[in-house]
T-cell receptor, first 113, second 111 residues
């Protein structure tokens, strides 16, 4: 148990669907992150939130829309995705500033048909 | 753009053997983390090193940060099947919160 939970664990959606990924951290951290992990590519940082404020948007297409209502919850809203968006989406949290240590959730395996 | 290169990308060895995984960059990092990721799960933090030349041990795993804080190595002694997984190194930039990840080393320990 890492203290970071993600739901759902698996998601299959069509290109016209709208879905949301949810992340919750129980560690009392003040920063949360979304990453994309694709086969044969390094982890790609998508978004960073500090105290609910977005501080990083790593040139992510607008079909991915993050939401951080409080420092414990993070959402990733998905709409009109493409098949190449299929990947493992990982949420992480950290307590800044402390050596950049990030704690990851188990991820959501997303398949776009 | 900072990059971290891990080598080898794939490694398959027999139980009981020793191995070393490398993580190299041309950039200086304020900290270096090693993670292990198992199939269907997120990465789990193993260790953080912050001082050039620092060595940390975690049971049979030995982590070293290069003197210039540009590279790191992970050495496993007497590997066991439970060590199987994807090992990721990640470099941190002080105060910037961003981690730069290597592409990973997929390690398989055969019984």
């Amino acid at each position: 148990e890492t203290g970071v939970t993600q739901t759902p664990r698996h998601l299959v959606m069509g290109m016209t669907n709208k879905k949301s990924l949810k992340c919750e951290q129980h560690l009392g951290h003040n920063a949360m992150y979304w990453y994309k992990q694709s086969a044969k590519k390094p982890l790609e940082l998508m978004f960073v939130y500090n105290f609910k404020e977005q501080t990083e948007n790593n040139s992510v297409p607008s079909r991915f829309s993050p939401e951080c209502p409080n420092s414990s919850h993070l959402f990733l809203h998905l709409h009109t995705l493409q098949p190449e968006d299929s990947a493992l989406y990982l949420c992480a949290s950290s307590q800044e500033p402390v050596n950049n240590e990030q704690f990851f959730g188990p991820g959501t395996r997303l398949t776009v048909l | 753009t900072q990059l971290l290169e891990q080598s080898p990308q794939f490694l398959s060895i027999q139980e009981g053997e020793n191995l070393t995984v490398y993580c190299n960059s041309s950039s200086v990092f304020s900290s270096l983390q090693w993670y292990r990721q198992e199939p269907g799960e997120g990465p789990v933090l193993l260790v953080t090193v912050v001082t050039g030349g620092e060595v940390k041990k975690l049971k049979r795993l030995t982590f070293q940060f290069g003197d210039a804080r540009k590279d790191s190595s992970l050495h496993i002694t007497a590997a066991q099947p439970g060590d199987t997984g994807l090992y990721l190194c990640a470099g941190g930039e002080g105060g910037a919160q961003k981690l730069v990840f290597g592409q990973g080393t997929r390690l398989t320990i055969n019984p």
